[in-house]
């Protein structure tokens, strides 16, 4: 994997989120008294907070209104991302040797701003990225237009041919792949059923970040 760049995800790429994103959306179901369906956790953590929580509103039939379920997704959101969210086991020694090699990293999220960045200042990986660029600030989502992967090239003064993407949603790496880009697929529990299509679409695929140590051959 040559690269003089990266563009980073966020959840579920380099932080750990999927099992906070699945366990509020039972907890939020049962405290609106539902009864989860098996499996429904995943699907909403791979959906933005607000189309979860219309998914959850409209499926189950909740009395609540989208504002007060939103605004408890928020509080609890700002909480985890901003005291206790992780990095995923080997990404920062993954981001030091890509920094050791003189590789230019930023962040491409369609989180929050204000969360992506309290999230990268708790998880202690804030230092290596030259910056950060949100689905907002580019006016699309990641399924729908490269611009947020074409915004951070050109922020990083590069290249496709010299970038690599590396993301864990199967849209996301196919939006990527057909602007041109090179993708590295990034396992993430959430999207196991996606696993075999994202091993065969994408260019590179990591099961954690730890095996960067064994495949990757940097320069």
């Not at 399924?143 to 951070?152: L, N, V």
């Amino acid at each position: 994997m040559r690269l003089q760049s990266a563009i980073f995800d966020l959840d579920g790429t380099l932080l750990d989120t999927a099992s906070f994103w699945e366990q509020l959306c039972l907890d939020l179901l049962k405290k609106y008294g539902a009864d989860p369906e098996p499996g429904v956790g995943a699907l909403v953590s791979a959906m933005t907070p607000k189309e979860g929580a219309a998914y959850c509103k409209e499926h189950y039939h909740l009395t609540a209104s989208l504002e007060e379920i939103l605004g408890e997704v928020s509080s609890a959101a700002a909480d985890f991302y901003c005291h206790r969210v992780q990095a995923k086991p080997g990404v920062d020694k993954a981001l030091s040797l890509l920094k050791m090699e003189g590789v230019w990293m930023y962040v491409a999220t369609s989180t929050d701003r204000r969360l992506a960045e309290a999230a990268l200042r708790c998880a202690g990986i804030n230092g290596y990225f030259r910056g950060l660029i949100t689905c907002a600030d580019v006016g699309a989502q990641k399924e729908d237009s490269p611009a947020i992967y074409e915004g951070a090239m050109r922020r990083l003064q590069s290249s496709k041919r010299d970038t690599v993407v590396f993301e864990d949603s199967l849209a996301a790496i196919r939006t990527a792949k057909a602007a041109g880009f090179r993708v590295a697929g990034v396992y993430n529990p959430a999207a196991e059923a996606d696993q075999a299509a994202i091993q065969a679409e994408a260019d590179y695929y990591l099961r954690s970040f730890e095996e960067m140590f064994d495949t990757t051959a940097m320069g």
